[in-house]
């Protein structure tokens, strides 16, 4: 690749959102009964030009899932029908049902994976599917979901498997319910299960006005915070629910900047808080000029050749203004304007973090 720009130069403002934003309580926690279900069960997948499984190659429990399809009367699900022809797969179908639940005639997507030795799933059409979750059934015990339709391979180098979009179709009302004996229970996420953070949620509904006489929230776990409903509000409790999720935060912690770093997949994850001290980082060909933030009034003696990193920015450039910025976001966007790899990008991320030039922490995974 031709990098021929000599220079990067990274202008933007220098600002806080995190100072500046207004921190509510549902930033930091979800409720608990909320959470999202997984409904699953088994199917057959026709249509395929030769690429579906061999039968023979089936194990006694493919052969059992494709007996117990035939037997409850799925359509296609023959074994005989498929045998040798390799026109057809057994696959196992997955939807995941959000946390806000779902009602009867919503459609949701559809996640399916060959269970057996087909090659590939393209052009393929599943068969009417039955999912079900051993978690919850309705009081008759029937499927929760009913799946089918032709299936879109979504990675070429993983043909056996596919996404069907809204492939299927919700049977029951899945309703989860978010009041136990007259509690809420917040569930504080991952990321900020601390016990100051716990304190300073309850406090934050606690201190909204017309719950200070009541005080109906109360920390019990860093990762836990329950609120008993105040009896003016058990006839509308999705009003109650409201309000202690937009109940402001104050004095909270500004949280350590992360870049995430997956070299081997070549994936990068940088908040938007992380910044970059004033330096030059040089690597296969690509100069990374990062200039420090000019004094107010002061302008450049030998303005240089920068890449537009956003349409606010540019606005203000176009007026006259003189804008900086230490972002390393800002410098992953000039870098991409030059079709750099995201090889480049970590190297240049390590030549960073080894000088001490960013403020934050630098995290790799696999």
């Given at each position: 690749?031709?990098?021929?720009?000599?220079?990067?130069?990274?202008?933007?403002?220098?600002?806080?959102?995190?100072?500046?934003?207004?921190?509510?309580?549902?930033?930091?926690?979800?409720?608990?009964?909320?959470?999202?279900?997984?409904?699953?069960?088994?199917?057959?997948?026709?249509?395929l030009n030769g690429t579906g499984d061999d039968p023979r190659a089936y194990s006694p429990a493919a052969l059992a899932i494709l007996r117990d399809l035939n037997g409850s009367g799925q359509?296609?699900?023959?074994?005989?029908?498929?045998?040798?022809?390799?026109?057809?797969?057994?696959?196992?179908?997955?939807?995941?049902?959000?946390?806000?639940?779902?009602?009867?005639?919503?459609?949701?997507?559809?996640?399916?994976?060959?269970?057996?030795?087909?090659?590939?799933?393209?052009?393929?059409?599943?068969?009417?599917?039955?999912?079900?979750?051993?978690?919850?059934?309705?009081?008759?015990?029937?499927?929760?979901?009913?799946?089918?339709?032709?299936?879109?391979?979504?990675?070429?180098?993983?043909?056996?498997?596919?996404?069907?979009?809204?492939?299927?179709?919700?049977?029951?009302?899945?309703?989860?319910?978010?009041?136990?004996?007259?509690l809420i229970t917040l569930i504080v996420r991952r990321e900020h299960a601390r016990p100051h953070i716990a304190n300073l949620i309850a406090e934050g509904i606690n201190n909204e006005p017309?719950?200070?006489?009541?005080?109906?929230?109360?920390?019990?776990?860093?990762?836990e915070i329950t609120v008993r409903i105040p009896p003016n509000y058990f006839n509308d409790p999705m009003y109650f629910l409201a309000r202690i999720l937009d109940a402001e935060m104050l004095?909270?912690?500004?949280?350590?900047?992360?870049?995430?770093?997956?070299?081997?997949?070549?994936?990068?994850?940088?908040?938007?808080?992380?910044?970059?001290?004033?330096?030059?980082?040089?690597?296969?060909?690509?100069?990374?000029?990062?200039?420090?933030?000019?004094?107010?009034?002061?302008?450049?003696?030998?303005?240089?050749?920068?890449?537009?990193?956003?349409?606010?920015?540019?606005?203000?450039?176009?007026?006259?203004?003189?804008?900086?910025?230490?972002?390393?976001?800002?410098?992953?966007?000039?870098?991409?304007?030059?079709?750099?790899?995201?090889?480049?990008?970590?190297?240049?991320?390590?030549?960073?973090?080894?000088?001490?030039?960013?403020?934050?922490?630098?995290?790799?995974?696999?």
């Open positions: 690749m031709n990098k021929t720009i000599p220079f990067i130069l990274v202008i933007l403002l220098h600002a806080s959102p995190w100072a500046a934003a207004q921190l509510r309580v549902e930033h930091f926690v979800r409720i608990k009964g909320q959470e999202a279900t997984t409904i699953t069960g088994y199917g057959l997948v026709g249509g359509f296609g699900a023959d074994e005989q029908g498929i045998r040798g022809a390799r026109n057809s797969a057994l696959v196992r179908v997955t939807v995941t049902i959000p946390g806000t639940g779902a009602r009867s005639g919503d459609t949701l997507d559809c996640t399916v994976v060959s269970m057996g030795s087909a090659s590939s799933l393209a052009g393929g059409i599943l068969s009417p599917s039955m999912l079900s979750t051993i978690l919850r059934q309705n009081e008759n015990s029937l499927p929760l979901g009913v799946a089918q339709g032709r299936i879109t391979i979504e990675q070429a180098e993983n043909p056996n498997s596919g996404r069907i979009v809204n492939g299927c179709r919700i049977l029951a009302d899945f309703a989860h319910p978010f009041i136990q004996n007259g017309e719950f200070r006489a009541f005080k109906p929230a109360n920390a019990i776990h860093q990762n004095d909270v912690p500004r949280p350590v900047p992360r870049v995430t770093i997956n070299e081997r997949a070549g994936v990068i994850a940088i908040d938007e808080l992380v910044e970059v001290r004033p330096g030059l980082v040089t690597f296969n060909g690509i100069i990374a000029d990062i200039a420090p933030e000019l004094e107010a009034g002061e302008m450049e003696e030998f303005p240089r050749q920068f890449i537009e990193i956003d349409t606010d920015t540019r606005f203000r450039q176009m007026n006259g203004e003189v804008v900086a910025n230490m972002r390393l976001r800002a410098l992953q966007a000039s870098l991409n304007a030059l079709r750099a790899t995201p090889q480049d990008m970590i190297e240049i991320i390590k030549i960073l973090h080894a000088q001490g030039a960013i403020v934050g922490d630098v995290v790799f995974i696999d």
